[in-house]
């Protein structure tokens, strides 16, 4: 009886329009997520770590991200030059 659910009842199952946002736009979205979660979870994390080993464990993960962007950059330009 009152256990059933129907679809229109659901209002985010429901979808009025097929997706306006471009590839670029969605892209966008995706980045400003993550990064905005960092930025706000920053604080916190400096708050358990300490000035130091907060600013070491940033550090050591933007040589970390720089590295993998190294090694992601150098593969694509072998595929891409040499396929």
Request: with cysteine.
């Amino acid at each position: 009886m009152g256990d059933e659910l129907k679809i229109s009842t659901i209002p985010l199952l429901e979808s009025s329009s097929t997706g306006t946002a471009s590839k670029i736009q969605t892209l966008g979205n995706i980045i400003v997520s993550v990064v905005g979660t960092g930025i706000l979870g920053l604080p916190f994390a400096f708050r358990i770590a300490g000035w130091l080993a907060g600013s070491l464990g940033v550090l050591a993960a933007g040589v970390a991200t720089y590295y993998c962007m190294l090694l992601l950059v150098s593969q694509f330009c072998l595929l891409l030059f040499f396929s």
